[in-house]
């Protein structure tokens, strides 16, 4: 499945619920790369594979399409914490 299947209010809740769990605790985050979690289901992505940073590069770019540009910042941020402590 890729993300022109599922509709824009979907993937757009997605976008928002992974940000507000990767930056809620930035050095929580470092330890474990929580994406999603919805009680039943939960996806983490594993230190020292280099999908961590691809992750967060996905959401910069959707919230650069949608001119979130102090969301892009408090990622970029995050992005240079996770290659510093194993992306």
């Known amino acids: 499945m890729d993300k022109n299947d599922i509709p824009y209010a979907e993937f757009n809740?997605?976008?928002v619920a992974a940000y507000k769990l990767l930056t809620d605790n930035k050095y929580k985050t470092i330890?474990?790369?929580?994406?999603?979690?919805?009680?039943?289901?939960i996806?983490?992505?594993?230190k020292h594979i280099g999908?961590?940073?691809?992750?967060?590069?996905i959401l910069i770019g959707f919230f650069i399409k949608?001119?979130?540009?102090?969301?892009?910042?408090e990622l970029s941020k995050l992005k240079s914490l996770?290659?510093?402590y194993g992306d």
Do not use: H, W
């Open 13 to 15: 809740y997605l976008m």
């Open 31 to 41: 330890k474990s790369f929580i994406i999603f979690n919805d009680g039943d289901n």
């Open 43 to 46: 996806i983490e992505i594993e």
């Open 51 to 57: 999908q961590r940073s691809k992750a967060i590069d």
């Open 66 to 73: 949608t001119e979130e540009y102090e969301k892009c910042n």
């Open 82 to 84: 996770v290659i510093e």
